[in-house]
């Protein structure tokens, strides 16, 4: 099965990110193929140059190690845009994306879930 996951909200803010991350991981277990569409202020989840406290969790470094297990990470380029985040800011594996993008998502994948607070 297809999953596809949209983020819209801020990582650290909301536990959103968690969701996503908790879900792809037991699809991935379960051997679907995962899909995390980065939406709005969930693009700073990318941004390899986030320096969490020792007791928060380090998203990027979640999100990079979701993709060496083979999640596709899509962010949305407009969003990186309007945020300041350059493409050599974002984690390995991620890659800047868009509507068209997003749009085949819903028309090919098995199931969309939609996070936002």
Not at 4 to 20: G, N, S
Not at 99 to 106: Q, T, V
């Amino acid at each position: 099965m297809k999953i596809a996951i949209q983020v819209m909200v801020t990582p650290y803010t909301h536990e959103d990110l968690d969701t996503a991350i908790h879900i792809a991981e037991a699809a991935l277990k379960k051997g679907h193929e995962v899909t995390i569409f980065l939406f709005a202020d969930s693009v700073l989840a990318i941004n390899k140059n986030v320096k969490p406290m020792r007791t928060d969790r380090n998203i990027p470094q979640e999100m990079k190690e979701l993709a060496e297990k083979g999640v596709h990470i899509e962010i949305c380029g407009i969003c990186m845009d309007y945020r300041g985040i350059t493409t050599d800011m974002i984690i390995e594996g991620s890659r800047p994306s868009g509507l068209p993008e997003l749009a085949k998502l819903f028309a090919e994948y098995d199931r969309f879930i939609s996070l936002m607070a």
